[in-house]
């Protein structure tokens, strides 16, 4: 950058220079010019008087170095020159000055000469008698100016290069060095000094670009902490179940369980084989929903339906632990990804039964709302105190551990949950009181399909 500055710098100089010297030349040839004419008129007027008082002899002892004098006829014979014999000199009457001043008493032109670099200045006096003096001098054309002027000009040309380069490089230097001298950290300290005032916009970019990558920063350290505490909870969720797994095979193996222990020592081996499985499977489902829904389709689809569906899938359950199972409302068409949709429906109502007692109710709700669409899980069950209900969303965060490993729960159904809805622009709200029961309410907005990727 500073290079390039540089070179504008100096090409800009150098023109500029340039063009003064060539305006410069010009007016100075026109008034030389000017000046010379002048002084051939003023000649041509004192040779007049000699010609008048003395005649011929007057070019006696004449020698004049600046101009050529000329003395001619009426009919334009040439009578005199000083430089060159008059007897061979062709007729003057077709000069121009000639004519003129033949005509009007006084005459001149400027023509010329073979070489093209000499200009030649007539000027052209009619004399009494009637015969014409003309003083001719050579123009100094602008290339002879030059050449008289070379040297000077040679020199002023290598004084302003030298002065341009320097004022360039300086130059260039100075307005490149403040934006070097930048601190990256903390760009919008330049704002409103003299010397930042052109690159305010590019300081104030700077800045909202440092503050977006302090987030973003955070962000990913977050979600790395967030990542190393899943995966410490895994393996130790996992470690648990493998353990009484192994114990419990061990016993067998050994021969020190007695006939009647092998049945529930084998139930035991079932029910953790089983915990390990709807562990890994909701490992899977939330590693897919960290994807964002990747290459998962969406489709309209009636959520009251898929609400019918887990709760056949989970009317044996809720049987078994003597809780009635309800589905009510109508058919609640939205767009988005059934696997997910059935995911959240099922983890809800899963949890409802789980944590309600025998002679409990849970009801799943869908209406369709001018919002969007709206799910409801309710239940009778021994409900959340508040101070676990901002948390309980969060992995492997259970109000009561052991209640929860008692009744198989894996710490991600709810986690799950908040990351389809987050897919889903979906936003749940949670009304819950220890000892009465819950209430997961999920409100899917029209625009249900969202590009973001959740990041918890
Ligand atoms: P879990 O597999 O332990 O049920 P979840 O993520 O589904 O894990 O739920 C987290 C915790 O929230 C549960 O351990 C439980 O303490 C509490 N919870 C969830 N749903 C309910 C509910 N319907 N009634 C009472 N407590 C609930």
């Known amino acids: 950058m500073s290079r390039k500055i540089f070179h504008a710098i100096w090409i800009v100089t150098l023109a500029v220079f340039l063009a003064s010297l060539t305006i410069i030349l010009a007016v100075l040839y026109n008034s030389f010019t000017e000046l010379q004419r002048s002084h051939l008129?003023?000649?041509?007027?004192?040779?007049?008087r000699g010609v008048i008082l003395n005649g011929r002899a007057f070019f006696d002892d004449l020698d004049p170095e600046d101009y050529r004098i000329t003395w001619i006829t009426s009919d334009g014979s040439v009578l005199y020159d000083n430089e060159a014999d008059s007897a061979v000199m062709v007729n003057h009457m077709e000069r121009e000055e000639i004519r003129q001043a033949l005509a009007t008493g006084v005459g001149q032109s400027s023509r010329y000469s073979d070489t093209l670099s000499e200009k030649q200045l007539y000027y052209a006096r009619r004399l009494p008698d009637g015969t014409v003096l003309r003083l001719s001098a050579t123009q100094a054309t602008v290339w002879r100016l030059l050449l008289g002027l070379a040297l000077p000009?040679?020199?002023?040309?290598?004084?302003?290069?030298?002065?341009?380069?320097?004022?360039?490089?300086?130059?260039?230097?100075?307005?490149?060095?403040?934006?070097?001298?930048?601190?990256?950290?903390d760009p919008m300290q330049y704002i409103g000094k003299r010397d930042y005032a052109e690159i305010e916009p590019l300081l104030q970019r700077l800045d909202h670009q440092q503050t977006q990558i302090r987030r973003d920063q955070a962000e990913l350290e977050k979600t790395s902490q967030i990542r190393q505490e899943f995966t410490a909870n895994v393996s130790h969720e996992l470690k648990t179940p493998l353990h009484v797994i192994s114990g419990y095979a061990e016993l067998l193996e050994s021969g020190m369980a007695k006939p009647e222990d092998v049945k529930p020592f084998a139930g035991r081996i079932r029910a953790e084989s089983q915990r390990m499985t709807k562990l890994v499977e909701d490992i899977i489902d939330l590693t897919k929903l960290d994807s964002g829904g990747l290459g998962m389709q969406w489709e309209t689809s009636d959520l009251h339906r898929i609400a019918e569906n887990a709760a056949d899938s989970l009317s044996a359950e809720a049987e078994a632990k003597g809780v009635e199972l309800v589905v009510e409302g109508e058919r609640a068409e939205l767009l988005g990804i059934q696997q997910y949709l059935y995911s959240i429906v099922y983890n809800l109502c899963d949890n409802?039964?789980?944590?309600?007692?025998?002679g409990g109710r849970v009801t799943i709700r869908t209406e369709t709302v001018p919002e969007g669409v709206r799910l409801s899980v309710s239940d009778t069950g021994i409900g959340i105190p508040q101070e676990h209900q901002d948390r309980i969303f969060e992995r492997f965060y259970r109000v009561d551990k052991s209640h929860s490993k008692e009744v198989g729960g894996t710490g991600l159904g709810l986690s799950i949950v908040k990351h389809a809805a987050l897919l889903h622009n979906a936003s749940i709200h949670l009304q819950s009181t220890p000892g009465e029961g819950s209430v997961f309410l999920l409100t899917f907005p029209k625009d249900s399909k969202r590009a973001a990727v959740p990041k918890e």
């Open 41 to 48: 008129e003023l000649e041509s007027q004192f040779a007049a």
């Open 153 to 185: 000009v040679c020199a002023i040309i290598v004084v302003a290069l030298v002065l341009s380069f320097l004022l360039a490089s300086r130059l260039s230097r100075r307005i490149v060095e403040p934006i070097n001298s930048v601190e990256l950290d």
């Open 352 to 358: 409802a039964i789980k944590y309600s007692a025998e």
